[in-house]
């Protein structure tokens, strides 16, 4: 049986090894832990931790276009988070979003849409992020009949 590449992760990263023994021997919450393993990820692997962290390269390119693949912690852990059980161990979503930005993944912002609209996704269909930190909310602008400026989102990715 192949090993989960987060387990493989863990197991073979001894900062990551250690910032987990850390973090497990406090007397904290799941939820507390997640949210102390969300500040001391993006600190330790430099990860962007909202998304006016992210230093972009291409903003000098005369061709840029305004977008960017790149994504902070928060919003791969807010889409993560979203499209999770209800049960999931929140530290392993806060993981899981850390080993995405590291390694090249993103969730899929078409799976995100098809959970809250199931095959009838709008036309320009808009995902906003609110919140700070771990505590991100995936919002749909569209749905609540707001601007994503209204709903508080920090960032607002359009699809389709």
């Given at each position: 049986m192949e090993q989960n590449p987060v387990e493989h992760w863990i197991n073979t990263d001894k900062k990551l090894n250690d910032l987990i023994i850390e973090i497990e021997s406090t007397e904290k919450t799941l939820t507390e832990k997640a949210e102390i393993a969300f500040e001391k990820l993006s600190e330790l692997y430099k990860i962007p931790r909202m998304p006016t962290d992210i230093e972009d390269e291409e903003l000098d390119d005369d061709d840029f276009d305004g977008v960017t693949d790149q994504r902070s912690l928060f919003e791969e852990h807010a889409l993560i988070k979203y499209l999770a059980d209800e049960d999931?161990?929140?530290r392993g979503m806060v993981l899981s979003a850390a080993f995405h930005l590291l390694n090249d993944y993103r969730v899929d912002l078409?799976?995100?849409?098809?959970?809250?609209?199931?095959?009838?996704?709008?036309?320009?269909?808009?995902?906003?992020?609110k919140g700070e930190g771990y505590n991100g909310?995936?919002?749909?602008?569209?749905?609540?009949?707001?601007?994503?400026i209204e709903l508080g989102c920090k960032i607002m990715k359009q699809i389709n």
């Open positions: 999931e161990d929140p078409f799976q995100v849409a098809e959970k809250e609209f199931g095959k009838n996704i709008p036309e320009k269909c808009r995902i906003g992020i909310e995936v919002v749909f602008p569209q749905k609540e009949t707001k601007s994503w």
